[in-house]
């Protein structure tokens, strides 16, 4: 019974607990006299240990006799209505596992990005392009094998299986009528898709899904006079992460072998009654019966349980991002938590080989009024993957198509469960066994097992003595000065536990503590000690790093947690996970836990006063910069590491303001990950409220890679104007306009000019130039890349003079001509954001020389070296002087050598005067 005794003593536990009640009355009544006589001491002790359990089953049985009867009315209870007895409303708690309650199975896709899976990815002085990269044999990214993932997550062709009413047999087909032929179960939200996040970097074993609407609607093919009525019911899932993630599958390589459970409430609901009254015309019953049972028993809130798997994470895999789901909607009464369940818990035994995979864990309930266990299966079962259907199935070979559910030690069943496919599917694994009323008492007493019916020799589940598990969330963030009570419950049989003492223990996790992570990043392992030591005070539980509690009457115990400062031991990543473990005291038999380790990331203190700044302590360029980074997804709406861009387009600033201050649990809540401090955010929202510009004498990013962006913006750039320039080219009637066509043409081929001496400055400075990704590629209408002329439009249109005067010159504007008083607040012209380029690169080279280095690290054979007669040549970029020039040639192709002068080099008008 005790996993944790030693073997001797273990047997001896499970010798007592495989006997029947009679068998347990007869050692504690007849067996102690004989034995007694053989060794005194120790039979003495395991007799008191056989009777002292005997009469805790006794006492326990006549406990539920009572309340029972109370429940019921005793004699009377016959004369009570239907609807008292079955649900027993004003007693018990209801979950999805109770009726009424529907299943549903379909397909899944989680966009998740992977870039932020990696620890070294979040230090942005090391970014590099090569972190971008996904991570594969050809590129040796570390990007993972989706950086440029989303994070939405979405159901995908989810239908509604099968139905169970609050009274009927779930599989009658004539039950199955109530609703299944047309309802689908979608996430759909006009506030935008769910997102999917990690608690943390250094934990991932929970994703945690965030602002998802589910909604249950009619099928469109069987909608013809309802097509515009939307949803039947629909509500705001709340976020809690993953339980009882196990490798489930067996013999897969395209998809992922892991399978988890989300369970949750669905709260905010909104019933359409039109719809719920909807009359079938053929049997003349409600279209949608089985959820107006649902509203009558739970109008408020429904409990929702889910499990996905076979989720596909190869990028050349044919379903990559998309996996596989079953579930089942039920209602939720009187429950105290989103995934708290007062049922019974079995926990995973390993099957016969190494080779084949192992149940993973179960909760059941058993009702009295409805005379029924009902098993959760759902994320219990093994699969096994068909290469050749690209199916998935249950893996029978290892566990049979039956099973079958007795008593612990004991071969007579109680039931049987038919496991298929198709029951799989369409039950979303839940089973039902129906009782006798002289079963129910004695199994509200007795430990239940799952074994193999063909021998009944091979358990695969064994039910747990007791049940520890947290009511409060698994998963949580806390900021230095929080105060959150945190609270577990105990119970045995379903029922509570009192005076049970449970130990809980803080521990903080440090990715050094893994040794994993990129050369660059060292871990000495004293310092490392050292800061962990400090840090791990400022999380404490009733103000210590561990603490001991006992269970109330209602089998439950609270201890509240304080988050302090964890003093940035991470450096680069805000704050510190903290894993809390809880243990009971000494135990009387197999405890279980749901996951056993809750997980808590408090964030580092940050203070800032006065007025917030784009650079320094008080800025929010680092802040941005790593989001930048981490979230490329975000770089086509606005790239967080470049002011002018942020600032450049009020509608950036006003996206910004509201994503940061929507609800953590809203869609559109940014950043997508929930990762970032309330100090933070409430600085970041002061600056955006009034966003100052850089001052003259603060800080310009000067790394190499804020550098290499901003030629990777140059590039981007000059590549925007060419398709206008062409586009009204091409528009010209052959044989016409000469004039104004060889003007537009000599335009054109000298910003294919600049575009390659921007190329050949990146290369030179060991960049590597980007030019037909997605998210490079013009776009049009569109802005100008780089937050240059924030409100000028970019857009395809045929030749007139109007295009020529509001577009082409407005482009080609020099920086003379503008207006000064927002010349620092945005990049106003292209020849003001080249001279930024220039400045960067000139005060970089200097520190490097003051090392004996060079910023000019890259490959001279990646230069591109041609000369067009009548135009600039294009030359290689090996060093400073003749980065410069390049960057002078451009700047005066385009808008003049000076105020004075509206040349360029060559002595022919700039690009500004020629369209003037």
């Known amino acids: 019974r005790d996993l944790t005794n030693s073997g001797r003593q273990a047997q001896m536990d499970r010798m007592f607990l495989r006997h029947c009640k009679l068998v347990l009355r007869l050692l504690a009544h007849a067996i ?62 209801m979950f999805y596992l109770d009726r009424p309650r529907l299943h549903f199975a379909g397909r899944f896709r989680a966009d ?53 009413p609050k009274k009927g047999d779930c599989n009658n087909p004539n039950t199955m009528g109530m609703g299944t032929s047309g309802m689908t179960v979608t996430t759909n939200s006009g506030e935008g898709s769910a997102q999917m996040a990690d608690l943390d970097v250094e934990w991932q074993l929970s994703s945690i899904l965030y602002g998802m609407n589910i909604a249950i609607c009619p099928l469109k093919s069987a909608m013809s006079n309802t ?80 499990v996905v798997y076979g989720y596909s994470f190869i990028p050349d895999a044919p379903d990559f991002t998309y996996g596989y789901l079953v579930g089942t909607i039920g209602p939720a009464v009187k429950s105290k938590s989103v995934n708290y369940i007062r049922g019974r818990f079995l926990y995973g035994l390993k099957l016969n080989t190494d080779t084949q995979p192992t149940l993973n864990r179960a909760q ?213 996970v903290y894993l809390i473990s809880y243990l009971p005291v000494g135990s009387e038999g197999p405890i279980a836990y749901q996951d056993a380790t809750i997980a808590v990331r408090v964030f580092d203190l940050f203070n800032w006063t006065g007025k917030p700044s784009w650079y320094g302590d008080n800025g929010v360029y680092s802040i941005f910069k790593q989001y930048d980074n981490l979230y490329t997804t975000m770089r086509p709406i606005v790239d967080l590491g470049d002011y002018h861009t942020v600032v450049g387009v009020q509608r950036n600033i006003e996206y910004l303001k509201r994503t940061l201050s929507v609800p953590r649990n809203h869609p559109r809540h940014m950043p997508g990950t929930r990762d970032l401090s309330r100090n933070k955010r409430d600085m970041i929202l002061k600056w955006l409220s009034q966003p100052y510009p850089p001052s003259k004498g603060e800080r310009m990013p ?125 990049n106003d012209t292209i020849g003001g954001f080249y001279d930024r380029i220039s400045k960067n690169m000139m005060r970089l080279e200097k520190e490097q020389q003051l090392k004996n280095k060079t910023l000019f690290t890259g490959d001279p054979a990646l230069q591109v070296k041609y000369t067009l007669p009548g135009h600039i040549s294009v030359f290689k970029v090996t060093n400073l002087d003749e980065a410069l020039k390049a960057i002078w040639m451009i700047v005066s192709e385009g808008e003049g050598s000076s105020q004075t002068n509206p040349t360029d080099n060559y002595r022919d008008l700039a690009h500004y005067y020629k369209f003037a």
């Open 32 to 93: 102690p006299i004989i034995v007694l006589l053989l060794h005194p001491i120790k039979a003495k002790a395991m007799v008191s240990k056989v009777r002292a359990f005997h009469e805790a089953s006794i006492k326990l049985q006549e406990q539920i006799r009572t309340e029972r009867l109370e429940r019921t009315g005793g004699e009377d209870a016959k004369d009570k209505s239907d609807d008292e007895v079955v649900f027993g409303l004003s007693n018990n708690e």
């Open 112 to 164: 998740v990005s992977t870039i932020n899976n990696v620890y070294d990815n979040f230090a942005s002085d090391l970014f590099q392009p090569v972190h971008e990269a996904i991570t594969d044999s050809e590129t040796a990214g570390y990007g993972g094998w989706h950086p440029d993932g989303t994070n939405e997550f979405l159901f995908h062709n989810v239908t509604v299986t099968s139905v169970c």
């Open 227 to 306: 097509m515009n009525l939307g949803a039947i019911v629909s509500g705001v899932y709340y976020p809690v992460g993953t339980t009882g993630s196990w490798d489930s599958t067996a013999r897969t390589e395209w998809m992922s072998r892991s399978s988890s459970k989300y369970q949750s409430l669905l709260e905010n609901l909104q019933w359409n009654d039109k719809l719920l009254n909807t009359v079938d015309e053929m049997t003349n019953q409600y279209k949608y019966a089985v959820l107006r049972e649902l509203r009558d028993v739970s109008p408020t809130r429904l409990s929702i349980s889910f």
């Open 364 to 576: 059941f309930l058993l009702r009295e009024e409805m005379k029924t266990l009902t098993f959760d299966f759902g994320n219990s079962l093994p699969k096994v993957y068909d290469r050749n259907t690209g199916q998935y199935s249950i893996y029978t070979e290892a566990i049979g198509s039956e099973l079958c559910v007795t008593r612990c030690g004991s071969s007579q069943e109680i039931g049987r469960i038919k496991i298929s496919d198709e029951w799989y599917i369409k039950t979303a694994g839940i089973a039902e066994i129906h009782l006798t009323d002289a079963l129910i008492v004695e199994l509200q007493a007795s430990l239940l097992q799952i074994v193999n019916c063909s021998d009944f020799r091979s358990v695969f589940l064994n039910e747990s003595l007791q049940y520890v598990r947290p009511v409060s969330d698994s998963l949580m963030y806390m900021d230095p000065g929080d105060k959150v009570d945190l609270t577990l419950s105990v119970t045995q049989f379903g029922r509570p536990v009192k005076n049970r003492k449970l130990t809980l223990v803080v521990h903080a996790h440090h990715p050094c503590d893994d040794l994993f992570g990129h050369p660059e990043l060292h871990c000495n392992t004293t310092t490392i000690r050292s800061q962990l030591q400090r840090a791990l005070g400022a999380l404490r539980v009733d103000g210590r790093n561990w603490t001991s509690v006992s269970t109330d009457s209602s089998g439950q115990a609270t201890i509240q947690l304080s988050a302090g400062d964890p003093g940035n031991v991470r450096r680069f990543v805000d704050g510190l």
């Open 702 to 826: 000067l790394s190499i890679h804020e550098l290499r962006h901003q030629l990777q913006l140059a590039i981007q750039l000059e590549f925007y104007t060419i398709p206008v320039y062409l586009y009204a080219l091409m528009s010209l009637k052959k044989g016409y306009n000469q004039e104004i066509r060889s003007i537009i043409q000599s335009v054109t081929t000298e910003e294919m000019m600049h575009f390659s001496l921007a190329a050949n400055i990146l290369n030179a400075i060991g960049g590597h130039p980007q030019i037909d990704s997605p998210d490079r590629m013009p776009v049009f209408p569109s802005r100008l890349p780089g937050g240059i002329q924030p409100d000028l439009t970019m857009r395809l249109a045929p030749f007139s003079i109007g295009l020529v005067r509001d577009l082409f010159m407005a482009i080609e504007t020099p920086r003379s001509l503008t207006d000064p008083a927002t010349r620092e607040r945005y």
